[in-house]
C-alpha cells in the first residue's frame, strides 16, 4: 500500500468509538441501565450500543475480560462531585488509590497539570467498576 502525505489523516477524520468486553450482557445492560441511567440506543445479537455527548461506545459479548488495571473509558463532566454522589446513591462503588503522587479522598483524586489545548490546569477525577470489571473514569477539568 503506497500512501501519499495527504493520506496520513485518514484516522484524524474518523470518530473513536470504545468497545467494553461484558461476559453477561444481561448483566452489564442491567448496570448501565439501574446504575448509570444509559438505556442502550441500538442493539444487535452480542452487542448494546449506547450515545453519550456525540461520542458513543458498545459493550460486547466477550468470553474475555478486561484485567481492569486501566481506565478503559471516561466521561468529562462539569461537577464530579455531584456526578460521584449521585452515582453512589444508586449504588456504584468508588475505587480508592493510595499511592506516591496520587491519592483519592472520598473517592475523588486532584491531578496536576491538563492537556494545554483544554486549557485547564488540572483535573478532579474518580473511577469504578462496571459489572464486568471494566475500569470507568469521570473527570472534571480545573480551570
Known sequence: MNLNAGDMNILAR?????RLPAQDLE???RFYTER????????RPGGLLYR?????????????????TFTQMGWEVDDVETVVSELR??????EEV????????EGIAEIDGH?????????????????????????????
Open 52 to 68: 453519550c455527548g456525540g461520542a458513543e461506545f458498545a459493550l460486547f459479548k466477550s468470553a474475555g475480560a478486561s484485567p481492569g
Open 115 to 143: 492537556y494545554p489545548s483544554k486549557g485547564a490546569r488540572g483535573e478532579r477525577a474518580a473511577w469504578f467498576r462496571d459489572s464486568e470489571g471494566n475500569l470507568l473514569g469521570i473527570g472534571e477539568p480545573v480551570v
Open 89 to 94: 446513591r444508586r449504588g456504584v462503588v468508588f
Open 14 to 18: 474518523g470518530r473513536v468509538a470504545t
Open 36 to 43: 448509570l441511567g444509559l438505556d442502550p440506543v441500538d442493539e
Open 98 to 105: 493510595d499511592v506516591p503522587g496520587f491519592r483519592t479522598r
Open 27 to 29: 448483566r452489564a445492560r
